[in-house]
């Protein structure tokens, strides 16, 4: 999968995957379930992101989660990448570079966390629950191995909402994300979610103007 792409699919997956709450202190347990269970409870959501990448370059785009099973990530342009799960299958295509690629959901981290039911025995290992000034943050660890990365995930509380993160690889480089507020919508169209090659360039201008 195109880096750009792993990370912001890696980055929804891991806290949704961490192992049980058993392994942390009280305080934070609640914490993290705390997360969990607003994770579980969003439906159909849109907002807007901004992404950092290592060398200071900055991206933006529209993600839209219905959840169970589909997610849209819509880089705006100049940037052609696009991302889609429809329930079965994630789809990443790059317009400017000619790219599309196929992969199961399942097989992704994305599909732990649009699954109907999230699940915490698998994928990761929380490290740290850092209260914030404005909510708290929680840091996961691929538990594949110390060097393959970690993710912070920023939580707002008052109401609770997930405001961004942040990636460092195993290069220890460092991705920022952040997102200007889940907005609820209703349930879009199934086709918002599926994506070819012939009808990805026409699926693009209606959107923005459907929503912007």
């Known amino acids: 999968m195109p880096r750009l792409a792993a990370l ?17 202190p ?9 997360a969990v269970a607003y994770l579980q409870g969003l439906a159909s959501v849109r907002t807007r992101f901004e992404q950092i990448d290592p060398r200071g370059d900055v991206a933006h785009g529209m993600l ?3 959840r169970p099973g589909r997610a849209r990530f819509q880089y705006a342009p100049p940037s052609g990448l696009l991302i889609t799960s429809d329930g079965k299958t994630v789809t990443v295509s790059d317009s400017r570079r000619g790219t599309f ?20 025995d698998r994928g990761a290992k929380v490290t740290a629950v850092t209260p914030t000034a404005a909510g708290f943050d929680i840091t996961a660890r691929d538990v594949r191995g ?12 008052h109401p609770m909402r997930l ?28 086709s918002l979610f599926v994506q070819t ?4 360039r026409r699926a693009e201008p209606m959107l923005r103007d459907r929503h912007n």
């Open 8 to 24: 912001l699919v890696l980055a929804l997956g891991l806290l949704a995957a961490s192992p049980a709450l058993a392994t942390l």
């Open 26 to 34: 009280p305080a934070d347990a609640a914490l993290e379930a705390k």
């Open 64 to 66: 839209y989660l219905a």
């Open 101 to 120: 690629h196929h992969y199961p959901l399942r097989s992704t981290p994305l599909g732990v966390f649009l699954a109907e039911r999230i699940r915490l």
């Open 146 to 157: 110390e060097g393959r990365g970690q993710i912070t995930l920023d939580f707002a509380e």
């Open 163 to 190: 405001t961004g993160w942040s990636i460092v690889d195993a290069t220890r480089k460092l991705t920022r994300v952040e997102l200007s507020g889940l907005e609820p919508i209703p349930t879009p169209p199934a």
């Open 197 to 200: 090659r012939s009808r990805r």
